[in-house]
């Protein structure tokens, strides 16, 4: 019964992180950072860490909804620790740009 209740999440989440990649790509549809941003967080919050990257990422730009640098940054953080690269590259990056932004002060 538990693992039935897991699976079904797991599909849920997938589900909902390819229909918010749907509208972040425009594919199909006219592109929604709004809608992509929603679906996103539902999937992120049934603990799909790709989802978890994209919904930090918007929530660190400020796409789809309101910019919180810090809040988006640190769900991209839990991605990186959950393993993902994308999470990773990118946190790298940003660590290079504000070592970079820093050196010109």
């Given at each position: 019964e538990?693992?039935?209740q897991?699976?079904k999440?797991?599909?849920?989440?997938?589900?909902?992180?390819?229909?918010?990649?749907?509208?972040?790509?425009?594919?199909?549809?006219?592109?929604?950072?709004?809608?992509?941003?929603?679906?996103?967080?539902?999937?992120?919050?049934?603990?799909?860490?790709?989802?978890?990257?994209?919904?930090?990422?918007?929530?660190?730009?400020g796409?789809?909804?309101?910019?919180n640098?810090e809040?988006?940054?640190?769900?991209?953080?839990?991605?990186?620790?959950?393993?993902?690269?994308?999470?990773?590259?990118?946190?790298?990056?940003?660590?290079?740009?504000?070592?970079?932004?820093?050196?010109?002060f």
């Open positions: 538990k693992g039935s897991a699976t999440d797991m599909m849920d989440a997938d589900y909902y992180f390819r229909l918010g990649m749907t509208y972040k790509e425009g594919q199909g549809v006219d592109k929604d950072m709004k809608k992509a941003y929603t679906y996103f967080k539902q999937a992120a919050k049934k603990d799909h860490v790709q989802a978890m990257y994209e919904t930090g990422v918007c929530i660190a730009e796409k789809g909804t309101y910019k640098w809040k988006g940054l640190a769900l991209v953080q839990q991605a990186a620790d959950a393993g993902n690269t994308d999470a990773t590259t990118y946190l790298a990056e940003k660590d290079q740009f504000w070592k970079k932004f820093k050196r010109m």
